[in-house]
């Protein structure tokens, strides 16, 4: 009976540590976006996305001129 007296408190104790917690929590936005998680796990991150190609493909213009140039 006496191990309640030291209980009691300390739970009480405990309580207001775990709502000042969540208040903090509330506070700062840890809860405001609560679908972007859900949307986030169907999304596929190991698939690399498609790159534009740059490369230019040799026409046959610039080939002619390419041999042209070599020539001289």
Same mark, same amino acid.
């Given at each position: 009976?006496?191990?309640?007296?030291?209980?009691?408190?300390?739970?009480?104790?405990?309580? &207001?540590?775990?709502?000042?917690? +969540?208040?903090?929590?509330? %506070?700062?936005?840890?809860?405001?976006?609560? $679908?972007?998680?859900?949307?986030? &796990?169907?999304?596929?991150?190991? +698939?690399?996305?498609?790159? %534009?190609?740059?490369?230019?493909?040799?026409? $046959?213009?610039?080939?002619?001129?390419?041999?042209?140039?070599?020539?001289?």
């Amino acid at each position: 009976m006496e191990v309640i007296y030291g209980l009691i408190p300390s739970m009480i104790i405990i309580g &207001i540590v775990l709502v000042v917690i +969540l208040f903090w929590a509330i %506070k700062s936005g840890q809860f405001d976006d609560l $679908e972007g998680d859900a949307h986030r &796990i169907l999304m596929d991150e190991d +698939l690399t996305p498609m790159k %534009k190609k740059t490369d230019k493909q040799p026409t $046959e213009q610039s080939e002619t001129d390419n041999k042209k140039n070599s020539e001289t």
